[in-house]
């Protein structure tokens, strides 16, 4: 399966996550593959503002550009799309006595974050990621 961006999205099989998991540090697995959150306003790439793709850190898949991102205020790196919609699932997710959409990897299912109706135009959502799940690329600009 390949996105209109032209990336593979075809879902890895759990074994293929588990090894690629191997790799993570204890935070990022706990965030990507226990579906765990990070505090606010610790997240390494909350106030990031060098250009460039935010990818999954468990599979490289890109999720969201730099283009897209916006302060939301919150303590979590705030996008208002993501690069490819095809990239992403969102599921329902109703812990903690919340109704809240979770965004998770469309290639290895890792869970990003959560979206919300109360981000800025042009689309008027907020995409609501941990830093953990995201490992950044600059843009080369050579």
Request: hydrophobic content about 30%; aromatic content about 10%; overall charge negative.
């Amino acid at each position: 399966m390949i996105s209109d961006s032209g990336f593979d999205v075809t879902p890895l099989t759990r074994e293929e996550v588990l090894t690629l998991a191997q790799n993570l540090d204890a935070e990022s697995y706990r965030v990507l593959i226990d579906h765990g959150t990070e505090p606010p306003f610790c997240g390494n790439l909350t106030d990031n503002k060098e250009d460039g793709v935010y990818q999954c850190r468990l599979c490289g898949l890109p999720l969201f550009s730099s283009d897209s991102k916006f302060n939301s205020g919150t303590g979590w790196a705030s996008f208002f799309a993501p690069f490819d919609e095809a990239h992403l699932k969102l599921y329902r997710d109703t812990k903690f006595g919340m109704v809240r959409t979770e965004i998770r990897c469309a290639r290895c299912d890792g869970h990003q974050g959560h979206v919300f109706p109360d981000g800025p135009p042009p689309t008027g959502m907020r995409y609501c990621l941990n830093s953990a799940s995201l490992e950044f690329v600059e843009e080369d600009n050579s």
